[in-house]
Protein backbone atom coordinates (compact mmCIF):
# COMPACT_ATOMS: atom_id res chain seq x y z
CA UNK A 1 0.00 0.00 0.00
CA UNK A 2 2.70 2.42 1.23
CA UNK A 3 4.67 1.82 -2.19
CA UNK A 4 1.95 2.55 -4.53
CA UNK A 5 0.96 5.20 -2.90
CA UNK A 6 4.26 7.19 -3.07
CA UNK A 7 4.39 6.09 -6.53
CA UNK A 8 0.91 7.82 -7.14
CA UNK A 9 2.33 10.60 -5.50
CA UNK A 10 5.56 10.63 -7.71
CA UNK A 11 2.83 10.73 -11.27
CA UNK A 12 0.49 13.47 -9.34
CA UNK A 13 4.16 15.31 -9.00
CA UNK A 14 4.77 14.77 -12.25
CA UNK A 15 1.47 16.24 -14.09
CA UNK A 16 1.66 19.10 -11.81
CA UNK A 17 4.89 19.92 -13.31
CA UNK A 18 3.70 19.97 -16.76
CA UNK A 19 0.26 21.98 -15.70
CA UNK A 20 2.66 24.02 -14.59
CA UNK A 21 5.01 24.42 -17.29
CA UNK A 22 2.07 24.70 -19.72
CA UNK A 23 0.61 27.49 -17.50
CA UNK A 24 3.71 29.13 -17.85
CA UNK A 25 3.88 32.60 -19.27
CA UNK A 26 7.59 32.28 -20.12
CA UNK A 27 7.61 29.15 -22.45
CA UNK A 28 12.07 29.21 -22.56
CA UNK A 29 12.09 28.26 -18.89
CA UNK A 30 9.53 26.24 -18.67
CA UNK A 31 11.05 24.14 -21.04
CA UNK A 32 14.35 24.50 -19.35
CA UNK A 33 12.59 23.49 -16.23
CA UNK A 34 10.77 20.38 -17.83
CA UNK A 35 14.19 19.04 -19.30
CA UNK A 36 15.97 19.50 -15.80
CA UNK A 37 13.29 17.52 -14.26
CA UNK A 38 13.42 15.16 -17.18
CA UNK A 39 16.39 14.19 -15.99
CA UNK A 40 14.99 12.68 -13.04
CA UNK A 41 12.35 10.33 -14.98
CA UNK A 42 14.33 7.35 -14.41
CA UNK A 43 14.62 7.61 -10.76
CA UNK A 44 10.96 9.02 -10.82
CA UNK A 45 8.86 5.97 -12.16
CA UNK A 46 11.51 3.84 -11.66
CA UNK A 47 9.45 0.31 -9.98
CA UNK A 48 12.19 -0.87 -7.49
CA UNK A 49 10.84 -3.00 -4.29
CA UNK A 50 10.37 -0.58 -1.17
CA UNK A 51 13.30 0.27 1.44
CA UNK A 52 13.57 -1.99 4.33
CA UNK A 53 15.49 -0.09 6.54
CA UNK A 54 18.27 -1.93 8.62
CA UNK A 55 19.88 0.91 10.23
CA UNK A 56 19.52 0.01 13.79
CA UNK A 57 21.43 -3.91 12.79
CA UNK A 58 24.16 -2.10 11.05
CA UNK A 59 25.31 0.60 13.66
CA UNK A 60 24.73 -1.68 16.76
CA UNK A 61 27.30 -4.17 14.36
CA UNK A 62 29.84 -0.98 13.94
CA UNK A 63 29.11 -1.72 10.12
CA UNK A 64 28.01 1.64 9.70
CA UNK A 65 30.21 4.27 7.53
CA UNK A 66 28.48 7.62 8.54
CA UNK A 67 29.09 10.74 6.73
CA UNK A 68 27.95 13.82 7.54
CA UNK A 69 26.81 16.98 5.51
CA UNK A 70 25.01 20.26 5.59
CA UNK A 71 21.90 20.45 3.14
CA UNK A 72 22.70 24.18 2.99
CA UNK A 73 26.45 23.93 1.52
CA UNK A 74 26.50 20.41 0.03
CA UNK A 75 25.33 21.09 -3.61
CA UNK A 76 25.64 25.22 -3.27
CA UNK A 77 27.78 26.79 -6.22
CA UNK A 78 30.17 30.01 -6.03
CA UNK A 79 31.19 31.30 -8.37
CA UNK A 80 33.06 33.95 -7.66
CA UNK A 81 34.92 31.53 -4.95
CA UNK A 82 34.48 34.21 -2.21
CA UNK A 83 33.48 31.42 -0.02
CA UNK A 84 29.72 33.06 0.99
CA UNK A 85 26.42 31.96 -1.26
CA UNK A 86 25.10 35.59 -2.79
CA UNK A 87 22.16 34.55 -4.79
CA UNK A 88 21.74 37.49 -6.22
CA UNK A 89 25.24 37.66 -7.47
CA UNK A 90 24.42 34.17 -9.49
CA UNK A 91 25.36 31.58 -7.20
CA UNK A 92 23.47 28.48 -5.40
CA UNK A 93 22.73 27.47 -2.07
CA UNK A 94 22.20 24.08 -1.14
CA UNK A 95 19.33 22.62 -1.42
CA UNK A 96 18.01 18.86 -1.65
CA UNK A 97 18.25 18.82 -5.33
CA UNK A 98 21.42 20.19 -6.04
CA UNK A 99 22.37 17.92 -3.59
CA UNK A 100 20.78 14.97 -5.24
CA UNK A 101 23.58 14.39 -8.26
CA UNK A 102 26.45 14.04 -5.65
CA UNK A 103 25.15 11.05 -3.74
CA UNK A 104 26.89 8.87 -6.05
CA UNK A 105 30.38 10.42 -4.93
CA UNK A 106 29.57 9.41 -1.38
CA UNK A 107 29.14 5.55 -2.43
CA UNK A 108 32.49 5.69 -4.06
CA UNK A 109 33.96 6.70 -1.11
CA UNK A 110 32.47 3.42 0.62
CA UNK A 111 30.17 5.62 2.57
CA UNK A 112 26.76 3.67 3.42
CA UNK A 113 25.16 6.12 5.92
CA UNK A 114 24.45 9.71 5.61
CA UNK A 115 23.93 11.90 8.22
CA UNK A 116 22.23 15.60 7.27
CA UNK A 117 22.58 18.59 10.15
CA UNK A 118 19.51 19.81 11.17
CA UNK A 119 16.92 20.60 8.83
CA UNK A 120 14.18 21.86 10.37
CA UNK A 121 12.99 25.74 9.83
CA UNK A 122 15.60 28.23 12.13
CA UNK A 123 15.84 31.08 14.00
CA UNK A 124 16.32 34.78 12.54
CA UNK A 125 16.49 37.14 15.96
CA UNK A 126 18.93 36.78 18.15
CA UNK A 127 20.76 35.22 15.52
CA UNK A 128 24.47 33.91 14.69
CA UNK A 129 25.20 34.27 11.39
CA UNK A 130 23.50 35.42 8.71
CA UNK A 131 21.20 32.67 7.91
CA UNK A 132 20.54 30.83 10.86
CA UNK A 133 22.49 28.35 13.29
CA UNK A 134 20.90 24.94 12.14
CA UNK A 135 20.71 23.83 15.92
CA UNK A 136 17.98 27.13 16.63
CA UNK A 137 14.90 25.21 15.79
CA UNK A 138 12.08 27.30 14.79
CA UNK A 139 9.56 24.43 14.12
CA UNK A 140 8.98 20.91 15.00
CA UNK A 141 7.27 20.32 11.69
CA UNK A 142 8.34 22.32 9.07
CA UNK A 143 11.91 22.00 7.31
CA UNK A 144 13.99 24.95 6.52
CA UNK A 145 12.28 27.08 3.25
CA UNK A 146 16.37 27.58 2.36
CA UNK A 147 16.74 24.25 1.41
CA UNK A 148 13.83 24.70 -1.66
CA UNK A 149 14.78 24.78 -5.24
CA UNK A 150 12.11 27.48 -5.93
CA UNK A 151 12.65 27.21 -9.54
CA UNK A 152 9.90 24.57 -9.32
CA UNK A 153 6.41 23.80 -8.22
CA UNK A 154 7.57 20.78 -5.39
CA UNK A 155 7.35 21.86 -2.19
CA UNK A 156 10.82 20.98 0.20
CA UNK A 157 8.74 18.36 1.92
CA UNK A 158 8.65 16.69 -1.53
CA UNK A 159 12.11 17.52 -2.69
CA UNK A 160 13.31 16.03 1.17
CA UNK A 161 11.55 12.96 -0.57
CA UNK A 162 13.22 12.97 -3.56
CA UNK A 163 16.34 13.08 -2.04
CA UNK A 164 15.91 10.45 0.80
CA UNK A 165 14.25 8.16 -2.23
CA UNK A 166 17.73 8.52 -4.04
CA UNK A 167 19.95 7.79 -1.29
CA UNK A 168 17.88 4.87 -0.38
CA UNK A 169 18.37 3.44 -4.16
CA UNK A 170 22.35 4.23 -3.79
CA UNK A 171 21.61 2.09 -0.81
CA UNK A 172 22.51 5.16 1.66
CA UNK A 173 20.77 5.23 4.39
CA UNK A 174 19.91 8.76 6.29
CA UNK A 175 20.30 9.92 9.87
CA UNK A 176 18.94 13.25 11.04
CA UNK A 177 20.07 15.41 13.17
CA UNK A 178 17.26 16.88 15.68
CA UNK A 179 18.15 20.13 18.10
CA UNK A 180 17.95 20.13 21.58
CA UNK A 181 17.11 23.64 22.01
CA UNK A 182 14.56 26.33 20.96
CA UNK A 183 15.39 29.39 19.07
CA UNK A 184 14.80 33.04 20.45
CA UNK A 185 11.83 33.86 17.80
CA UNK A 186 9.83 30.10 19.02
CA UNK A 187 10.35 31.16 22.87
CA UNK A 188 8.29 34.35 22.14
CA UNK A 189 5.62 32.11 20.29
CA UNK A 190 5.34 29.31 22.49
CA UNK A 191 6.60 30.54 25.83
CA UNK A 192 4.93 27.43 27.22
CA UNK A 193 7.61 25.76 26.14
CA UNK A 194 10.44 27.30 27.77
CA UNK A 195 12.23 26.85 31.46
CA UNK A 196 11.92 30.80 32.89
CA UNK A 197 14.67 32.15 35.20
CA UNK A 198 13.63 34.68 38.29
CA UNK A 199 12.71 37.90 35.57
CA UNK A 200 10.39 35.72 33.82
CA UNK A 201 13.32 35.49 30.64
CA UNK A 202 13.36 32.01 28.56
CA UNK A 203 16.65 31.05 29.60
CA UNK A 204 19.65 31.03 27.79
CA UNK A 205 21.91 27.43 28.25
CA UNK A 206 25.42 27.47 28.55
CA UNK A 207 26.77 30.17 26.42
CA UNK A 208 24.42 28.99 23.24
CA UNK A 209 22.89 32.59 22.59
CA UNK A 210 20.98 32.03 19.72
CA UNK A 211 19.01 29.53 21.65
CA UNK A 212 16.76 29.06 24.69
CA UNK A 213 16.02 25.80 26.86
CA UNK A 214 13.42 23.85 26.73
CA UNK A 215 10.99 23.57 30.13
CA UNK A 216 10.53 19.33 30.45
CA UNK A 217 8.65 19.10 33.42
CA UNK A 218 5.30 21.28 33.72
CA UNK A 219 4.34 22.29 37.52
CA UNK A 220 3.24 19.23 38.85
CA UNK A 221 7.00 17.67 38.28
CA UNK A 222 5.41 15.55 34.87
CA UNK A 223 6.66 15.58 31.72
CA UNK A 224 5.50 18.40 29.77
CA UNK A 225 2.92 16.98 27.14
CA UNK A 226 3.09 19.43 24.39
CA UNK A 227 6.95 19.08 24.58
CA UNK A 228 6.88 15.28 24.33
CA UNK A 229 4.06 15.65 21.26
CA UNK A 230 6.17 18.46 19.32
CA UNK A 231 9.10 16.16 19.78
CA UNK A 232 6.86 13.28 18.43
CA UNK A 233 5.35 15.59 15.60
CA UNK A 234 9.30 16.09 14.24
CA UNK A 235 10.26 12.33 14.42
CA UNK A 236 6.65 11.87 12.51
CA UNK A 237 7.60 14.11 10.01
CA UNK A 238 11.23 12.51 9.40
CA UNK A 239 9.64 9.36 9.09
CA UNK A 240 6.82 10.48 6.56
CA UNK A 241 9.86 11.80 4.62
CA UNK A 242 12.03 8.55 4.87
CA UNK A 243 14.80 9.06 7.10
CA UNK A 244 15.91 5.56 8.37
CA UNK A 245 17.33 7.33 12.19
CA UNK A 246 18.14 10.31 14.26
CA UNK A 247 21.09 12.15 15.95
CA UNK A 248 19.83 13.84 19.30
CA UNK A 249 21.94 16.64 19.49
CA UNK A 250 22.80 16.95 23.55
CA UNK A 251 20.48 14.61 24.33
CA UNK A 252 21.45 14.36 27.80
CA UNK A 253 19.93 17.40 28.96
CA UNK A 254 16.39 15.31 28.51
CA UNK A 255 15.70 12.78 31.07
CA UNK A 256 15.38 9.04 30.58
CA UNK A 257 11.30 9.47 30.77
CA UNK A 258 11.25 11.75 27.86
CA UNK A 259 13.00 9.77 25.85
CA UNK A 260 11.79 6.34 26.42
CA UNK A 261 8.37 8.09 25.43
CA UNK A 262 9.94 9.29 22.26
CA UNK A 263 12.24 6.73 20.76
CA UNK A 264 8.89 3.55 22.01
CA UNK A 265 7.11 5.80 19.52
CA UNK A 266 8.97 5.79 16.71
CA UNK A 267 9.91 2.27 17.05
CA UNK A 268 5.95 1.53 16.78
CA UNK A 269 6.67 2.56 13.30
CA UNK A 270 9.62 1.43 12.17
CA UNK A 271 11.41 -0.90 14.50
CA UNK A 272 14.90 -0.35 12.90
CA UNK A 273 15.11 3.22 13.08
CA UNK A 274 17.95 4.50 14.73
CA UNK A 275 18.96 6.83 18.40
CA UNK A 276 22.41 8.65 17.92
CA UNK A 277 22.80 10.31 21.53
CA UNK A 278 25.40 12.99 21.63
CA UNK A 279 26.80 12.30 24.43
CA UNK A 280 29.61 10.99 26.32
CA UNK A 281 30.37 9.24 29.87
CA UNK A 282 33.06 12.29 30.35
CA UNK A 283 31.36 14.90 29.39
CA UNK A 284 29.70 17.19 32.21
CA UNK A 285 26.40 19.36 32.37
CA UNK A 286 25.99 22.42 30.03
CA UNK A 287 23.05 23.52 31.91
CA UNK A 288 23.91 23.08 35.32
CA UNK A 289 21.40 24.83 37.88
CA UNK A 290 18.76 24.44 35.41
CA UNK A 291 18.49 20.42 34.60
CA UNK A 292 19.73 17.55 35.58
CA UNK A 293 21.75 15.62 33.35
CA UNK A 294 20.77 11.94 32.26
CA UNK A 295 24.04 9.52 32.12
CA UNK A 296 24.76 7.30 28.62
CA UNK A 297 24.11 4.57 30.48
CA UNK A 298 20.09 6.09 31.33
CA UNK A 299 19.92 7.22 27.52
CA UNK A 300 20.82 3.66 26.41
CA UNK A 301 18.36 2.03 28.99
CA UNK A 302 15.93 4.85 26.76
CA UNK A 303 16.45 3.05 23.66
CA UNK A 304 19.57 4.95 22.40
CA UNK A 305 21.37 2.63 20.56
CA UNK A 306 24.93 4.59 20.31
CA UNK A 307 26.64 7.54 21.51
CA UNK A 308 30.27 9.98 21.05
CA UNK A 309 32.70 7.80 21.62
CA UNK A 310 35.37 10.21 24.03
CA UNK A 311 37.71 11.15 21.19
CA UNK A 312 36.89 15.39 20.97
CA UNK A 313 40.50 16.27 22.40
CA UNK A 314 42.22 13.59 20.02
CA UNK A 315 45.38 15.75 19.60
CA UNK A 316 45.92 16.30 23.20
CA UNK A 317 46.34 12.58 23.82
CA UNK A 318 49.82 12.45 24.50
CA UNK A 319 49.48 8.49 25.60
CA UNK A 320 48.95 4.91 24.60
CA UNK A 321 46.84 4.57 28.03
CA UNK A 322 44.84 7.27 26.50
CA UNK A 323 43.41 5.39 23.88
CA UNK A 324 43.16 1.60 25.75
CA UNK A 325 41.13 3.08 28.40
CA UNK A 326 38.61 5.12 25.73
CA UNK A 327 37.70 1.76 24.21
CA UNK A 328 37.88 -0.45 27.33
CA UNK A 329 35.20 2.32 28.54
CA UNK A 330 33.01 1.99 25.88
CA UNK A 331 33.12 -1.70 25.30
CA UNK A 332 32.50 -2.56 29.12
CA UNK A 333 29.65 -0.30 28.96
CA UNK A 334 28.08 -2.20 25.33
CA UNK A 335 29.03 -5.45 27.52
CA UNK A 336 26.43 -4.20 30.16
CA UNK A 337 23.45 -4.22 27.28
CA UNK A 338 24.78 -7.41 25.56
CA UNK A 339 26.63 -6.32 23.21
CA UNK A 340 23.76 -4.21 21.54
CA UNK A 341 24.95 -0.91 22.38
CA UNK A 342 28.19 0.75 20.31
CA UNK A 343 29.67 4.03 19.48
CA UNK A 344 29.96 6.45 16.96
CA UNK A 345 33.62 7.92 16.00
CA UNK A 346 34.03 12.19 17.31
CA UNK A 347 37.20 12.59 16.14
CA UNK A 348 36.16 15.11 14.00
CA UNK A 349 32.89 16.26 13.74
CA UNK A 350 31.47 19.86 13.44
CA UNK A 351 32.04 21.22 16.47
CA UNK A 352 36.27 20.93 16.42
CA UNK A 353 38.51 21.93 14.70
CA UNK A 354 39.80 20.57 11.32
CA UNK A 355 41.78 18.19 11.06
CA UNK A 356 44.41 19.94 9.03
CA UNK A 357 44.50 22.92 11.49
CA UNK A 358 45.39 20.74 14.42
CA UNK A 359 47.64 17.92 12.84
CA UNK A 360 47.85 18.74 9.43
CA UNK A 361 48.03 15.43 6.93
CA UNK A 362 49.89 13.10 9.05
CA UNK A 363 47.12 13.62 11.95
CA UNK A 364 44.63 12.91 9.23
CA UNK A 365 45.92 9.70 8.07
CA UNK A 366 46.17 8.52 11.87
CA UNK A 367 42.33 9.69 12.67
CA UNK A 368 41.31 7.94 8.95
CA UNK A 369 42.97 4.74 10.45
CA UNK A 370 41.53 5.23 13.49
CA UNK A 371 38.49 4.93 12.09
CA UNK A 372 38.65 2.51 10.42
CA UNK A 373 39.86 -0.23 12.64
CA UNK A 374 39.01 0.60 16.02
CA UNK A 375 35.54 -1.10 16.84
CA UNK A 376 33.43 2.28 16.31
CA UNK A 377 30.70 2.95 13.79
CA UNK A 378 33.45 5.71 11.71
CA UNK A 379 32.00 9.06 11.19
CA UNK A 380 33.19 11.59 8.91
CA UNK A 381 32.39 15.65 7.98
CA UNK A 382 31.94 16.69 4.76
CA UNK A 383 34.92 18.18 3.26
CA UNK A 384 37.34 16.16 5.64
CA UNK A 385 38.46 13.91 2.25
CA UNK A 386 39.99 16.48 0.69
CA UNK A 387 41.39 18.11 4.10
CA UNK A 388 38.79 21.38 4.64
CA UNK A 389 40.79 23.72 6.88
CA UNK A 390 37.52 25.04 7.75
CA UNK A 391 38.90 28.77 7.35
CA UNK A 392 36.51 31.19 5.50
CA UNK A 393 37.10 34.22 3.84
CA UNK A 394 34.31 36.25 5.66
CA UNK A 395 35.11 34.78 8.84
CA UNK A 396 33.32 37.57 11.17
CA UNK A 397 33.05 40.01 8.44
CA UNK A 398 30.44 42.79 7.98
CA UNK A 399 27.96 41.33 5.71
CA UNK A 400 26.07 43.57 2.99
CA UNK A 401 22.67 41.47 3.09
CA UNK A 402 21.47 39.37 6.06
CA UNK A 403 18.94 36.77 6.23
CA UNK A 404 18.48 37.27 9.87
CA UNK A 405 19.05 40.27 12.52
CA UNK A 406 22.66 39.60 12.60
CA UNK A 407 24.81 41.21 10.08
CA UNK A 408 28.37 40.23 10.56
CA UNK A 409 29.19 36.39 9.17
CA UNK A 410 29.60 34.73 12.49
CA UNK A 411 32.17 31.50 12.54
CA UNK A 412 33.99 29.92 14.73
CA UNK A 413 37.80 29.67 13.23
CA UNK A 414 38.40 26.30 11.39
CA UNK A 415 34.94 25.05 12.02
CA UNK A 416 32.48 23.68 9.56
CA UNK A 417 30.11 26.53 9.34
CA UNK A 418 26.74 26.46 10.77
CA UNK A 419 25.72 29.65 10.40
CA UNK A 420 25.64 31.18 7.04
CA UNK A 421 25.03 30.17 3.32
CA UNK A 422 28.07 28.80 2.92
CA UNK A 423 30.40 27.38 -0.04
CA UNK A 424 30.72 23.79 -0.78
CA UNK A 425 32.84 21.91 1.96
CA UNK A 426 36.13 20.67 0.28
CA UNK A 427 39.93 21.34 0.59
CA UNK A 428 43.04 21.28 -1.69
CA UNK A 429 44.35 18.06 -0.50
CA UNK A 430 43.43 15.93 -3.70
CA UNK A 431 45.45 13.45 -3.12
CA UNK A 432 43.99 12.55 0.35
CA UNK A 433 40.58 11.28 -1.52
CA UNK A 434 42.91 8.67 -2.52
CA UNK A 435 44.46 7.25 0.74
CA UNK A 436 40.91 7.79 2.01
CA UNK A 437 39.78 5.28 -0.69
CA UNK A 438 42.37 2.88 -0.04
CA UNK A 439 41.73 3.28 3.74
CA UNK A 440 37.52 1.92 3.15
CA UNK A 441 38.32 -0.57 0.70
CA UNK A 442 40.47 -2.02 3.51
CA UNK A 443 37.96 -2.01 5.96
CA UNK A 444 35.40 -3.40 3.70
CA UNK A 445 38.33 -6.62 2.66
CA UNK A 446 39.17 -7.27 6.00
CA UNK A 447 35.56 -6.42 7.63
CA UNK A 448 35.75 -10.37 9.44
CA UNK A 449 38.31 -8.84 11.64
CA UNK A 450 37.87 -5.22 11.71
CA UNK A 451 34.44 -5.85 12.71
CA UNK A 452 34.29 -8.98 14.26
CA UNK A 453 37.71 -9.19 15.73
CA UNK A 454 38.44 -8.73 19.37
CA UNK A 455 40.46 -5.91 20.63
CA UNK A 456 43.65 -6.53 22.20
CA UNK A 457 45.69 -3.58 23.74
CA UNK A 458 49.69 -4.63 22.99
CA UNK A 459 51.99 -3.16 25.44
CA UNK A 460 55.02 -0.89 24.28
CA UNK A 461 58.05 0.34 25.68
CA UNK A 462 57.06 4.01 24.96
CA UNK A 463 54.33 5.45 26.53
CA UNK A 464 53.73 7.81 23.28
CA UNK A 465 53.59 4.70 21.04
CA UNK A 466 50.22 3.03 20.93
CA UNK A 467 49.79 -0.24 19.32
CA UNK A 468 46.69 -2.88 19.58
CA UNK A 469 45.30 -5.56 17.46
CA UNK A 470 42.09 -7.04 16.03
CA UNK A 471 41.90 -10.49 15.81
CA UNK A 472 39.86 -12.84 14.74
CA UNK A 473 40.41 -16.31 14.86
CA UNK A 474 44.41 -16.76 13.27
CA UNK A 475 44.10 -13.16 11.45
CA UNK A 476 44.91 -10.39 13.32
CA UNK A 477 45.53 -6.91 12.15
CA UNK A 478 48.04 -4.69 13.86
CA UNK A 479 47.71 -1.13 14.12
CA UNK A 480 50.00 1.20 15.74
CA UNK A 481 51.28 5.10 15.72
CA UNK A 482 53.21 7.51 17.73
CA UNK A 483 51.14 10.23 19.29
CA UNK A 484 53.81 12.79 19.87
CA UNK A 485 53.41 15.57 17.44
CA UNK A 486 56.60 16.76 16.95
CA UNK A 487 59.43 13.96 17.45
CA UNK A 488 59.97 10.82 15.54
CA UNK A 489 60.20 7.85 18.05
CA UNK A 490 61.43 4.74 18.47
CA UNK A 491 60.23 1.38 20.63
CA UNK A 492 59.36 -2.06 20.78
CA UNK A 493 55.79 -3.54 20.54
CA UNK A 494 55.61 -6.43 22.35
CA UNK A 495 53.62 -9.30 20.03
CA UNK A 496 53.35 -13.23 21.86
CA UNK A 497 54.92 -15.96 19.92
CA UNK A 498 56.00 -13.41 16.98
CA UNK A 499 58.82 -14.83 15.07
CA UNK A 500 61.15 -13.39 13.00
CA UNK A 501 59.85 -16.03 10.26
CA UNK A 502 56.09 -14.77 10.89
CA UNK A 503 54.98 -13.55 7.87
CA UNK A 504 53.99 -9.49 7.94
CA UNK A 505 51.50 -8.07 5.51
CA UNK A 506 52.19 -4.06 4.95
CA UNK A 507 48.75 -2.24 4.60
CA UNK A 508 50.65 1.21 5.62
CA UNK A 509 54.39 1.53 6.09
CA UNK A 510 57.15 2.15 3.88
CA UNK A 511 58.83 -1.10 5.12
CA UNK A 512 58.17 -3.90 7.23
CA UNK A 513 59.56 -3.22 11.24
CA UNK A 514 62.06 -5.81 12.29
CA UNK A 515 61.23 -8.66 14.44
CA UNK A 516 62.35 -10.61 17.19
CA UNK A 517 61.44 -12.91 19.11
CA UNK A 518 58.16 -11.38 21.04
CA UNK A 519 58.47 -7.97 19.93
CA UNK A 520 58.81 -5.56 17.13
CA UNK A 521 61.13 -2.73 16.98
CA UNK A 522 59.61 0.64 15.40
CA UNK A 523 60.57 3.84 14.18
CA UNK A 524 57.89 6.39 13.81
CA UNK A 525 57.43 10.01 12.48
CA UNK A 526 55.72 12.34 14.19
CA UNK A 527 51.65 11.27 14.53
CA UNK A 528 52.73 7.95 12.22
CA UNK A 529 50.05 5.35 11.86
CA UNK A 530 51.58 2.13 10.63
CA UNK A 531 49.02 -1.00 9.56
CA UNK A 532 49.90 -4.76 9.21
CA UNK A 533 48.69 -8.00 8.82
CA UNK A 534 49.69 -11.04 10.77
CA UNK A 535 48.63 -14.98 10.56
CA UNK A 536 48.80 -17.44 12.38
CA UNK A 537 50.12 -15.76 15.74
CA UNK A 538 48.58 -16.43 18.88
CA UNK A 539 48.36 -13.63 21.47
Known amino acids: GNFFAGLFLKFNNFFCYILYIMKSKVFIRGFVLFALYFAFLPQVFALEKEWSNDLRTLFIGNKSVIYALNIRSFGAKDLNNDDI ?14 AIPRLKELTKLGINTIYLLPVTKTGKLKALGT ?4 YALDSFDRLNPQLDDTNNPLSVEEEAKMFIDEAHRLGLRVIVDIPSCGSYDMSLERPDLFIKDKDGNAVVPADWTDVRLFKVYDENGKLNRTLVENYESMIKMLQDLGADGIRADVAAIKPYEFWKEIIDYARMKDPQFLFIAEACPVWTNPIKQWGAYTPVEKLLEAGFDGYYGDWAGFEDFT ?43 PLWEMITWLNVTLPVNPYFLD ?71 KFVPLKTNNPSIFAYARKNGDDAVIVMGNLNKEHELEGKVFIRNIKETSFVSPVLMEEAPLVKRGKMLVKLKPYEVQVFMLNKVNF
Open 85 to 98: IEPSAGDEAGTFLN
Open 131 to 134: AGSL
Open 319 to 361: KAKDITKRIKSDLKISKQFNSQKTTMASFATHDQQSVIVRGGV
Open 383 to 453: GYVTGDSYIYRYENKKASRSLTDDDYYFVHRAKFDIFNLSRRPGGNYKELEEKFIKAMKFKYWAKSILVEG
